[in-house]
């Protein structure tokens, strides 16, 4: 496993824009007004180590059903583009639940280790490096605390309107890296289920 910066970027932006701890400001600003205490270090651990399980054990998981990883790729990049509906259209797809404890549901869990932020790490295996996505998901998490310790400064800096424009513009980028994430699995799965397909189609005279 080789260490890539552009590598380590490019996932570090995929996961910024799927785990969305910034447009998760309103959230959380709820939450507080509410009487919940949130304790930003607590919520990191417990989110960095779902995360971390399902990035080293999730393979294996999937083998047990025996779904290989383009599949799971294939379906991750579905939940990928909802997700970006919902960032960029301003639409609720995905239902969340509530709990009186606030550090770990729904904060820990969904918000931050949901679904979304799930898929996506196995469906990232399909195109880089376990080192790589580790290292970005670390950075990842010490961006999540940071805005836990800052939530109501940044919401103050950035405005109601700063945080929406953020938060569509990411989930912009979230859709095209869905598409890429679904065409560059197809083939793979296309292969799996149909050996010597692909090797037919490539090999018609044009």
Same mark, same amino acid.
């Given at each position: 496993?080789?260490?890539?910066?552009?590598?380590?970027?490019? +996932?570090?932006? +995929?996961?910024?824009? +799927?785990?969305?701890?910034?447009?998760?400001?309103?959230?959380?600003?709820?939450? /507080?007004?509410?009487?919940?205490?949130?304790? @930003?270090? /607590?919520?990191?651990?417990?989110?960095?180590?779902?995360?971390?399980?399902?990035?080293?054990?999730?393979?294996?998981?999937?083998?047990?059903?025996?779904?290989?990883?383009?599949?799971?790729?294939? @379906?991750?990049?579905? +939940?990928?583009?909802?997700?970006?509906?919902?960032?960029?259209?301003?639409?609720?797809?995905?239902?969340?639940?509530?709990?009186?404890?606030?550090?770990?549901?729904?904060?820990?869990?969904?918000?931050?280790?949901? &679904?979304?932020?799930?898929?996506?790490?196995?469906?990232?295996?399909?195109? %880089?490096?376990?080192?790589?996505?580790?290292?970005?998901?670390?950075?990842?998490?010490?961006?999540? %605390?940071?805005?836990? /310790?800052?939530?109501?400064?940044?919401?103050?800096?950035?405005?109601?309107?700063?945080?929406?424009?953020?938060? /569509?513009?990411?989930?912009?980028?979230?859709?095209?890296? &869905?598409?890429?994430?679904?065409?560059?699995?197809?083939?793979?799965?296309?292969?799996?289920?149909?050996?010597?397909?692909?090797?037919?189609?490539?090999?018609?005279?044009?």
């Amino acid at each position: 496993m080789e260490l890539n910066v552009v590598d380590i970027f490019s +996932v570090f932006m +995929v996961l910024f824009a +799927v785990i969305d701890i910034i447009g998760a400001i309103p959230i959380l600003l709820d939450l /507080k007004a509410k009487g919940n205490k949130i304790e @930003a270090g /607590k919520i990191s651990l417990v989110s960095m180590g779902i995360l971390f399980l399902f990035l080293l054990l999730g393979e294996q998981l999937l083998n047990v059903f025996g779904v290989d990883i383009s599949s799971f790729a294939i @379906a991750g990049s579905f +939940v990928l583009f909802f997700l970006a509906m919902e960032m960029v259209l301003g639409i609720r797809i995905f239902k969340s639940e509530t709990s009186t404890s606030a550090t770990i549901v729904p904060i820990a869990f969904p918000l931050v280790a949901g &679904a979304g932020s799930i898929t996506t790490l196995l469906a990232l295996r399909s195109e %880089y490096s376990t080192l790589n996505i580790a290292i970005a998901l670390a950075l990842n998490i010490i961006v999540v %605390y940071i805005v836990l /310790k800052l939530t109501e400064r940044i919401e103050r800096m950035l405005g109601i309107t700063g945080v929406m424009i953020l938060r /569509k513009t990411f989930g912009i980028i979230l859709l095209a890296i &869905a598409i890429k994430l679904f065409m560059s699995n197809l083939v793979n799965s296309v292969e799996n289920f149909f050996p010597g397909l692909m090797h037919k189609i490539n090999s018609m005279p044009q």
